[in-house]
């Protein structure tokens, strides 16, 4: 008798089914991750904002006419490929601070929550919310 080479149908699908449940696991926390980094490079960018905009006012000692756009930023984040947030700048009615907020654009992010930092460095960020409540202890955390 001669001996068969190769795999049997069998064993080719508990394979197939070792797999599946493997990415079933994999994919859920790979989202997550792409996420949260998404999120975290969000945090930055406000973050180099916010320093831009201090330039801005040492220059012209007043936010008034600062927009994202003339401290060296883009409404859409990041400026290339797919926006995951649009960043936007309110200042206060004196022109003497200014809040910056990065909200989810789609995709992945949808969400996500709102980001939100201002000229005193508070910062805001919760899962899923849609407002800015920022407080000297909120956080990004």
Do not use: H
């Amino acid at each position: 008798m001669k001996a068969q080479k190769g795999f049997t149908l069998i064993e080719l699908m508990i394979v197939v089914a070792i797999v599946a449940i493997l990415a079933a696991i994999a994919y859920p926390s790979y989202t997550n991750y792409v996420v949260k980094t998404n999120r975290v490079d969000a945090q930055s960018e406000l973050t180099r904002l916010a320093g831009r905009l201090q330039s801005y006012k040492l220059v012209n000692r007043t936010y008034a006419n600062a927009t994202v756009a003339n401290v060296g930023g883009s409404v859409s984040y990041p400026a290339q490929g797919t926006a995951n947030y649009t960043i936007t700048l309110t200042l206060d009615a004196d022109n003497r601070g200014y809040t910056l907020a990065a909200t989810p654009a789609s995709g992945r992010q949808n969400g996500d929550g709102i980001i939100c930092l201002n000229q005193d460095g508070w910062k805001y960020w919760s899962q899923g919310q849609g407002t800015c409540s920022l407080t000297a202890t909120s956080t990004w955390n």
